[in-house]
């Protein structure tokens, strides 16, 4: 089947369910929030015995306000105002931190990544992405004119099939792609059932650090790829 808008390109996918691909959109938008009774009861902190006003909010508050306001990509009042009317609807004497208060704790507020416990073998998805630095040359440009220099950090993030980053390291944007995957295997505690990646990893000494923890290793080969003597 031709598409109408560009018919010299073939349709590649066609909806043949449409009622559970029409319930898909519906579902897309909707909201369901569960509170559990550990983080009811923790809202409100401990008292810390010591002298001058207490705080009213506890440090899993503030992470909860600030993990809504990012999962949605509000403002710190619409995060205030959002967190109100979740709290309304629970019908509890909970409240919702002013959005003074999220600015201000936010920036102390030590965030512990919760791992999520898996007993199977883990399958490693790593990739690289780059992070510009802007330092002085570029503001100094676009204030007085030229050209100012931009520097470059890479990023190189490990991953497994549940979303959850297992690995990172930070390098300067001239380090060779290949060369990290050493000190992101390290980082894995579990057994490696896999390794993915992209042609970038394609080299010899991947394939010898992934094989050497026993894992499978998925890659696919540049266009000049010939089989190693190894």
Known sequence: MNSRVRPKYKTRHRAANWAEYDQGFLRRGSITLWLPPEATAAWEPAGVGKRGVQQRYSDRAIESA???????????????????????????????????????????LGVRLHRIPVNESSHLIVDRTGLSIVGEGECAAAKHGGKGKRGWRKLDLGEDRAGVIVAEALTVGSADDAAQ??????????????????????????????????????????????????
């Not at 967190?83 to 003074?100: K, N, W």
């Not at 042609?199 to 266009?223: F, H, K, M, N, S």
């Open 66 to 108: 600030l993990a809504l306001r990012l999962m949605f990509n509000l403002l710190l009042r619409q995060t205030e105002g959002f967190l109100r009317s979740i709290l309304a609807l629970v019908r509890g004497d909970l409240e919702a931190p002013y959005h003074t208060t999220l600015s201000r704790r936010g920036q102390r």
């Open 181 to 230: 995957v050493g000190g992101l295997l390290e980082a894995v505690e579990r057994v490696l059932a896999s390794f993915t990646a992209d042609v970038a990893y394609d080299t010899v000494a991947v394939y010898e650090a992934a094989g050497a923890r026993g894992a499978q290793v998925i890659l696919p080969p540049v266009r000049t790829a010939r089989t190693s003597r190894r």
